[in-house]
């Protein structure tokens, strides 16, 4: 039985980066011989198991063969006698088929060291086919090290769109993906990926428009919500919940994304509004209740439309906002006779503290 580091550890161990979780790779072993061992089987579709100690995963070493349509439409063989080249050899990028033996030696038979080196991201087989997450997978990396795709694997990448492959993708599969390329460095470059090879109109129609506000976003560190909801920001909120659907975003994206989407024109327009039209848009982003969330829908704005108009009106919905919840309420219901009368109070003094908060 030997072991084996493999993959990420090992891509970003050559590119100098930290790594603090291990994947390890075990050539010769059967389960039965890894459970005697200490190890714990998790594996639900192949065998892998953790470390008794350390608790990282260790994986028998498995080939792949396809079956059938999706990311799941495969059959997988683990035994004893899979070699490791026979293991990586079913990844998806050179990059990642790499491994380090127990004496640290590098083990590299596809050229995945050369290709960090040169920046390229390239497929390891035509199996790269098989299996449509690749193409995700493969865009968030361009994120991520703004590496170029090959010629050969982009060519690919189109085939495999053609064929109609992605669109037998799992909604969960590509929002995880799609999550972890907005969160990368470079978030356009996935976007630019997607689209040199096709798939972006399917996955993320209208993304485009968003290009370089996600990279303003991703370049003052913007958290997920807001990358997210710029994609919503140029189109109708009809178009944004049926992406959110689609993909089954969740919760606190996609509720980002559709008040950008249906509060816009009115952002737009707080430059010039009057301080009754700037507590009613107060109220339909729900900013006295989620001031937070007000603050990240201020932020897409700012990303998506930078510019004087633009921080003039996010300036006057923020002081307004800040008015606004500095009104004394409970004093207000002490003094009033009835719910209408304190209601009325209450609107009457909220749009007096934001006339005098955008007139200072």
Not at 46 to 59: D, I, M, N
Not at 304 to 330: F, I, K, N, Q, Y
Request: glycine fraction near 8%.
């Amino acid at each position: 039985m030997k072991t084996f580091v493999v993959g990420g550890a090992v891509r970003d161990e050559l590119l100098g980066k930290s790594v603090t979780d291990r994947d390890w790779v075990v050539v010769g072993a059967t389960p039965e011989e890894m459970a005697a061992a200490g190890f714990k089987p998790v594996g639900r579709d192949f065998p892998v198991f953790l470390h008794p100690r350390t608790h990282e995963e260790y994986a028998l070493a498995r080939t792949e063969r396809k079956i059938g349509r999706g990311y799941k439409g495969f059959t997988v063989y683990a035994a004893p006698e899979v070699s490791l080249e026979a293991d990586l050899a079913r990844r998806d990028l050179t990059i990642n088929a790499m491994a380090r033996d127990e004496d640290g030696r590098l083990i590299d038979p596809f050229g995945g060291a050369r290709d960090l080196r040169e920046g390229v991201l390239r497929h390891v087989s035509e199996a790269f086919a098989e299996d449509p997450v690749r193409i995700l997978r493969t865009a968030r990396f361009a994120a991520r090290f703004r590496f170029r795709i090959a010629e050969e694997t982009l060519a690919l990448m189109r085939r495999m769109v053609g064929s109609g492959e992605v669109e037998h993708l799992v909604a969960e599969r590509v929002w995880q993906e799609v999550a972890r390329g907005l969160g990368e460095a470079h978030p356009e470059r996935m976007l630019d990926a997607l689209e040199d090879c096709g798939a972006l109109a399917r996955l993320l129609p209208g993304a485009r428009a968003a290009r370089e506000a996600l990279a303003r976003a991703a370049a003052a560190g913007a958290p997920l919500t807001v990358r997210f909801a710029l994609l919503g920001w140029y189109g109708e909120e009809a178009a944004a919940s049926a992406l959110c659907e689609r993909l089954r975003v969740p919760n606190a994206e996609q509720e980002l994304a559709l008040l950008a989407s249906r509060l816009r024109e009115s952002i737009r327009g707080a430059a010039e509004a009057p301080a009754a039209a700037l507590l009613a848009l107060l109220r339909a982003g729900d900013a006295l209740r989620r001031p937070e969330r007000f603050a990240e829908l201020l932020a897409v704005a700012r990303f998506a439309e930078p510019g004087p108009a633009t921080e003039r009106g996010c300036g006057r919905l923020e002081r307004s906002m800040h008015a606004a919840a500095a009104v004394d309420a409970a004093a207000i219901a002490r003094g009033a006779p009835s719910t209408l009368e304190i209601a009325a109070r209450l609107e009457n003094a909220r749009l007096k503290a934001i006339a005098a908060a955008i007139d200072a």
